[in-house]
């Protein structure tokens, strides 16, 4: 086996998806990316560059579901394990599972850095306290770094399936669905977050409000 993912499994959309992570990671930590995300009329755009990207990803996640014999794909199912990377890989067969893997690293590769830009134009806008900004950014690497290795090593299952024991394939196997799984947590508890934070500036701002003396 390889311990990477056939070159042959690149597209355009791998480089632009890539070009838009490293951008993500540049906006997350530069003095002047935070600046740039505190801007809160970046907030539309990156919602369009959302919509857009996870309506193109949709697509191609049922195009994948049909060829698997209408089996969600795993980037779509919830806490899966081993017993469900197996399944879906062996109900997409050979083509399939090509296609899977083109598909993680091309237009699932658009996912990622729409999502964790949306994330931060929000919070770096709008949340007030600098130290939930702190957390918040811990989060959005955590759930940003962890669904960027399994979507980049997800492709090295497919292409040596059924083999499942030669080289870094049994890690691989472990690994990747805890780093899918950790992927849905950290953005959950980010945007949970996010909302309790707008709930205690609200709360203190209607104290403000409420305790000036009336003139």
Known sequence: MTVFPDPSYFTWWTL?????????????????????????LLILMAAILLFGSLRYVFGEMQALSLMAGGIT?????????????????????????DA????QLGADALAPPAFV??????????????????????LAFTYFTSVLIANTFMPVIMQNFPDADAGLLPL?????????LIKYLTHGVA?????????????????????????
Do not use: H
């Open 16 to 40: 632009i998806g890539w070009s838009w992570s490293v951008a993500a990671y540049y906006l997350m930590f530069s003095a002047r990316g935070r600046a740039i995300l505190a801007n809160p």
């Open 73 to 97: 794909p795993l980037d779509g199912q919830f806490g899966y394990g081993i017993t469900e990377v197996i399944a879906f890989a062996d109900a997409l067969g050979e083509d399939g599972r």
């Open 100 to 103: 899977y893997a083109v598909f």
């Open 117 to 138: 830009c949306f994330l931060m134009t929000v919070y770096r806008s709008t949340v007030q306290s600098s130290l939930v900004r702190l957390g918040l950014t811990v």
């Open 172 to 180: 691989y196997y472990s690994l990747i669905p805890k780093l899918d």
């Open 191 to 215: 945007w949970l977050v996010i909302f309790s934070g707008w709930g205690w500036q609200g709360f203190r701002w209607s104290r403000r409000r409420f305790s000036q003396p009336a003139s």
